[in-house]
């Protein structure tokens, strides 16, 4: 059985919404997970992180307003910024799709197609 894709979508977001539209064009229906609705927990981001193999700072939105007055000047260990980022979900990176062991954030969205060989 192939892996399934997964895609942690924002609907409004243009990139997220490209993404998804780019898996489709390629005949995948991923699962979507609206994380803003169901925010991934602290463990469920530990296996995001380490799908995509990079650091946790590196899917923080950090043009977000709540970044820039919360976090911005911070100095956060990744089990830190995994709290934040279960906390308020909106810090997360977007879209990140998952495939297997495998993970891209689609920004640009044609990040996907490392996924799809």
């Not at 469920?44 to 990079?54: E, G, R």
């Not at 910024?81 to 689609?106: C, T």
Request: proline content about 8%.
């Amino acid at each position: 059985m192939a892996d399934k894709f997964i895609i942690y979508h924002n609907p409004r977001c243009r990139k997220s919404r490209e993404t998804l539209a780019l898996l489709q064009e390629n005949g995948i229906e991923p699962e979507v997970v609206r994380y803003l609705d169901t925010p991934p927990g602290t463990d469920d981001l530990k296996l995001i992180v380490a799908k995509l193999d990079v650091p946790v700072k590196d899917i923080v939105r950090k043009e977000e307003k709540a970044y820039k007055e919360k976090y911005k000047d911070s100095d956060f260990n990744d089990d830190e910024w995994l709290q934040i980022l279960s906390e308020e979900p909106k810090l997360i990176q977007r879209p990140i799709v998952l495939k297997g062991a495998s993970g891209v954030v689609g920004r640009p969205p044609e990040n996907v197609l490392k996924l799809i060989k």
